[in-house]
């Protein structure tokens, strides 16, 4: 979907914020942006809120935001309902994007898992793997990170309020970290998944003297290849590897093909 304009008939746009499982800790986001928060608010008619107001809207919506991820029945038909009540479906966050640490889950026995946390687990039900958002409906747009950056959120509701087109980051952390002129944290042995991540946090963690931990999710053609080879040769072994490339991507394919084939054929 390219540059869609809402058509409203001169009324101001219905938005929506929902969250499913998650911390909500991207709508928290949202509320912190404070004076860019009250300017947007004139153009638009949030009705839906969880983070600002306990007031409840059934909907249709011009544009809905679904922060959080999809873990049992009830919040697969309920993200069912908002894509058919919505013009535009955001997913909004690592949780909603790549599943997030929700998708941490994936691959283990969820029976044990269960046990091991509560002591009785009999009532929970849930979905034996946590996917993104894309994979149980069509998405119009996807606001990565955990959380979101303000900015980004602020950007794409422009865009979206007088039809210009969304600019995509479609280039590595490493571009934004680089014209930050920071020194690269590969260089004195951290494993920094920055090369491989899609840009939009404004390298917010190598700024800061951290590796890149994935949160934004893939970039586009990333070279998981490469990144493992250079993981490798500072001496990390395959479990380190393994558990940095799941922190965020766990659900992601991009991330997982090559360990998945290395596992299959280099550690069995
Ligand atoms: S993406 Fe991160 S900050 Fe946002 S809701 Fe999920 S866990 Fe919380
Ligand atoms: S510190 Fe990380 S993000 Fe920055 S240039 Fe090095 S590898 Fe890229
Ligand atoms: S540097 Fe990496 S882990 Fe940190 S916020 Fe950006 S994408 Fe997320």
């Known amino acids: ?3 869609k304009i809402i058509s409203t008939e ?3 746009p219905v938005v929506a914020l929902y969250g499913l499982t998650c911390c909500a800790g991207c709508q928290l ?3 912190d942006l404070e004076d860019e928060l009250l300017d947007i608010l004139g153009k638009i008619n949030l009705v839906q809120f969880r983070m600002g107001s306990s007031a409840k809207h059934p909907g249709p919506y011009d544009i809905c935001f679904v922060e959080g991820s999809v873990t049992n029945e009830e919040e697969l038909a309920q993200l069912k309902e908002l894509r058919k009540k919505s013009k535009i479906l955001i997913a909004l966050g690592a949780c909603a994007t790549t599943g997030g640490v929700n998708a ?3 691959g283990r026995n969820i029976e044990e898992l269960k046990q091991t946390v509560y002591s009785d687990a009999s009532h929970l039900r849930t ?6 958002l894309k994979e149980h409906v069509s998405i119009d747009y996807e606001l990565q990170g ?3 950056s303000g900015e980004e959120f602020i950007e794409l509701l422009t865009a979206l309020l007088t039809g210009a087109t969304p600019q995509e980051k479609n280039y590595a952390v490493c571009v934004e970290c680089r014209i930050k002129e920071n020194v690269c944290l590969m260089k004195e042995g951290e494993l920094c998944l920055g090369p491989i ?3 939009g946090c404004g390298a917010r963690c190598p700024s800061v003297g951290f590796p890149c931990e994935g949160c934004w999710g893939p970039v586009p053609q990333a070279n998981v290849t490469s990144e493992i080879e ?3 040769q500072k001496g990390a072994s395959f479990d380190t590897v393994v558990r940095k490339f799941r922190m965020f991507n766990a659900s992601s394919e991009d991330f997982m093909k090559e360990l998945k084939r290395r596992l299959n054929i280099e550690w069995l």
């Open 104 to 106: 941490l889950r994936n």
């Open 146 to 148: 955990c959380p979101i």
């Open 197 to 199: 991540t899609r840009a």
């Open 1 to 3: 979907m390219e540059g």
């Open 230 to 232: 250079m993981f490798s």
């Open 29 to 31: 986001e949202i509320l």
């Open 10 to 12: 001169n009324k101001k």
């Open 127 to 132: 979905l034996p793997e946590i996917l993104p």
